[in-house]
């Protein structure tokens, strides 16, 4: 596997979604593309993201949040940020970067119901599979030109 094709997801926290975009890339990609996930304040991951990803047929319930200081630079090709409201995470190296600012599903307001964190995180979930495919379908026509 080529490190240059290796994907990294980076958010703060890495507990929604960075790891619902590594959990869409794998399944996107299989393993024609090593993909990983991290942020600069790992938490844990979150248990709406692992309900809304199993919606979809992707089990998240392994994962674990990772910190970014523990991903070597020159193994990556490509960092996507996924952070919109919050300072994203500064990743060091020669990779391609790329910026998605999505809003965080997570929430520690104890007013919203489960209904409506479950639909914040299905929002995300259902963009970051949009972007997800307009860069596989980017890929794609590059590796063929």
């Keep these: 596997m080529r490190t240059d094709e290796t994907i990294l997801f980076l958010c703060v926290a890495n507990s929604a979604r960075s790891q619902m975009a590594e959990g869409l890339a794998r399944k996107l990609f299989g393993a024609r593309v090593p993909v990983m996930s991290a942020g600069s304040e790992p938490s844990h991951v979150s ?39 919050e300072v994203c995470p500064v990743f060091l190296g020669a990779a391609r970067r790329l910026h998605w600012p999505l809003p965080d599903p997570a929430s520690k307001d104890p007013t919203l119901a489960r209904d409506e964190m479950l639909a914040r995180f299905r929002a995300a979930r259902d963009e970051i599979q949009r972007r997800l495919e307009a860069f596989a379908a980017q890929m794609g026509s590059t590796e063929a030109g």
């Design 47 to 85: 248990p709406y993201a692992v309900e809304v990803m199993a919606e979809v047929g992707v089990d998240l319930s392994t994962h674990r949040s990772k910190s970014v200081e523990g991903i070597d630079p020159s193994q990556v090709g490509t960092v996507i940020t996924l952070c919109a409201e």
